[in-house]
């Protein structure tokens, strides 16, 4: 499968605990995103790379999100001392685009939903 | 900046038209749409560049206006399997609008 792929695909965790995402790339894009959606909402932009650099980060993320993608390959999300209201569904989605010009397509991975309790 | 979608809901028959806008306030580099099911992740619809273009495939299709702040997708002869969450996004940072559900009954 040369989809986005994203792990775990649940996740549920207790107030203060730390939880680590992992999103897998299609091969050849060089962007990756991460999103997070809540019921009825629209994918809320957290972060972007373009290979190994992150290049935007939304002022909406707190200190405790962190972003990687060390290898410009696949990439990391990890939420410290999480809260409930970091229950979500965090989407990864990744991209090419061409030198000066626009974002050829945008594929979206099924997603990791997690839980706080 | 979150682009703005219009109308939040709508609800079909088995047949009927619909049009979804997008709007910005500034002139866009290109939009992109998507559809997104229930549970599932957005999957992407069409990419529109150019000011003035209009593209689409089976009965769903998308204009672009001239000044690139507008688009519109059209839903034409709708069918149940166009129910679903429609989404626009920007260009480069890739933000989304809020979304239009639409439902198409039997």
């Known amino acids: 499968d040369t989809g986005v792929s994203q792990n775990p695909r649940h996740k549920i965790t207790k107030r203060g605990q730390n939880v680590t995402f992992r999103c897998d790339p299609i091969s050849e894009h060089n962007r990756l995103y991460w999103y997070r959606q809540t019921l009825g909402q629209g994918p809320e932009f957290l972060t972007y790379?373009?290979?190994?650099?992150?290049?935007?980060k939304s002022r909406l993320l707190s200190d405790r999100f962190s972003a990687e993608r060390p290898k410009g390959s696949f990439s990391t999300l990890e939420i410290q001392r999480t809260e409930q209201g970091d229950s979500a569904m965090y989407l990864c989605a990744s991209s090419s685009r061409l030198a000066g010009g626009p974002v050829v397509t945008q594929y979206f991975g099924p997603g990791t939903r997690l839980t706080v309790l | 900046q979150q682009p703005v979608q219009s109308p939040q809901a709508v609800i079909l028959r088995e047949g009927e038209d619909a049009v979804i806008n997008c709007s910005s306030s500034?002139?866009?580099?290109?939009v992109h749409w998507y559809r997104q099911k229930h549970g599932e992740a957005p999957v992407f619809l069409m990419i529109l560049l150019k000011g003035g273009e209009q593209k689409g495939h089976d009965k769903i299709s998308a204009s672009f206006n001239e000044k690139k702040q507008q688009s519109s997708l059209y839903l034409t002869a709708s069918q149940l399997s166009y129910s679903g969450t429609y989404f626009c996004?920007?260009?480069?940072?890739?933000?989304f609008g809020a979304g239009t559900r639409l439902t198409v009954k039997p």
């Open positions: 790379f373009q290979n190994e650099a992150q290049l935007e």
């Open positions: 500034k002139a866009l580099y290109s």
């Open positions: 996004g920007t260009d480069n940072d890739m933000r």
